[in-house]
């Protein structure tokens, strides 16, 4: 499937907002492929699709569900066999031990596109395009704090991905 047809469908189910914020986010995903040389047609993918089952997916925690979601509507409805592509937006919520450099970009690129206006962002952009593993140290830190601090359900596998990335380095 081409990216017009991709673009179409998507633009369709998850209304203006969310679809511009996929946008943003296939560009930003393309730029940080180009820069950590990743096939930047799986990293625009990725980026496009990533949240393509949030509208889906009204449950409370869809911050927690909608990844999932997304990655089983990017094989069924927009036919992504690649299990790369499918890995980067099943697990660009939470990471996981031992991503893979597609998988950091997608976790990343979601962080930090440009409609993204929160407090650290642009320290966040800048560490991105010099060092994608403290990006995602940085990343998931504030998450996890930013969960804390809202007595919200904390996924465990971010604790994991956290816990790995430090001990690598």
Not at 1 to 14: Q, T
Not at 49 to 68: I, M, P, Q, W, Y
């Amino acid at each position: 499937m081409n990216y017009d047809r991709m673009k179409e469908i998507l633009e369709s189910s998850v209304g203006t907002k969310l679809y511009n914020h996929c946008l943003s986010t296939m560009e930003e995903a393309g730029k940080l492929a180009r820069i950590y040389g990743v096939d930047e047609e799986k990293a625009k993918i990725a980026g496009l699709l990533h949240d393509c089952g949030k509208s889906n997916n009204k449950e409370e925690n869809d911050n927690l569900t909608h990844a999932g979601t997304s990655a089983m509507l990017a094989r069924s409805v927009y036919n992504i066999d690649d299990e790369e592509i499918i890995n980067a937006i099943l697990y660009h919520t939470t990471g996981r031990e031992n991503m893979t450099i597609l998988e950091k970009i997608i976790f990343i690129a979601d962080k930090i596109e440009p409609n993204r206006h929160y407090e650290g962002v642009e320290d966040l952009r800048r560490i991105a395009y010099n060092n994608i593993d403290d990006a995602l140290i940085n990343a998931l830190e504030s998450t996890i704090e930013y969960v804390k601090r809202r007595n919200q359900e904390l996924n465990i596998e971010s604790i994991n991905t956290l816990r790995f990335l430090k001990e690598k380095k």
